[in-house]
C-alpha cells in the first residue's frame, strides 16, 4: 500500500507561480512512473505531467514550457513546479502513482490551486 500527501497548493496571480510536492510513504519500492493530474469544477480530470522512474516525462499541451515536473526517489516525491500561471489551471491537483508490473494507482487527496485574474 502507498499513500500520497500533496503539499504547496494555494491562492495565485496570473503570472505568478506555484510549486506542488507529493511525498510518497509505505511500499514506495513498488511505485514505478508518478504523476499530477488536475481537476476543475465541472470537468474531468487531466493528466497535467507524468515522469517515469527512470525521469522521462509527458506534458499536456497546456502546460508544456510553464510546468516542470520532477521527482527525488531518494525522497519519494514528486514536484511539479508551475509558472506563468493562468486563470484556466484552477483546479484540484491530484499526485497519482503507478504500481510498477499491475494495473494499480494509488491517489493523493488533492491540493487546490486557485489562479486570479
Known amino acids: 500500500q502507498v499513500r500520497l500527501v500533496e503539499s504547496g497548493g494555494g491562492l495565485v496571480q496570473a503570472g505568478g507561480s506555484l510549486r506542488l510536492s507529493c511525498a510518497a510513504s509505505?511500499?514506495?519500492?513498488?511505485?514505478?512512473?508518478m504523476g499530477w493530474y488536475r481537476q476543475a469544477p465541472g470537468k474531468q480530470r487531466e493528466l497535467v505531467a507524468a515522469?517515469?522512474?527512470?525521469?522521462?516525462?509527458n506534458y499536456a499541451d497546456s502546460v508544456k514550457g510553464r510546468f516542470t515536473i520532477s521527482r527525488d526517489n531518494a525522497k519519494n516525491t514528486v514536484y511539479l513546479q508551475m509558472n506563468s500561471l493562468k486563470p484556466e489551471d484552477t483546479a484540484v491537483y491530484y499526485c497519482?502513482?503507478?504500481?510498477?508490473?499491475?494495473?494499480?494507482?494509488?491517489w493523493g487527496q488533492g491540493t487546490q490551486v486557485t489562479v486570479s485574474s
Open positions: 497519482k502513482a503507478d504500481q510498477r508490473r499491475s494495473m494499480v494507482a494509488y
Open positions: 509505505g511500499s514506495t519500492s513498488s511505485i514505478d512512473a
Open positions: 515522469i517515469t522512474s527512470g525521469g522521462i516525462t
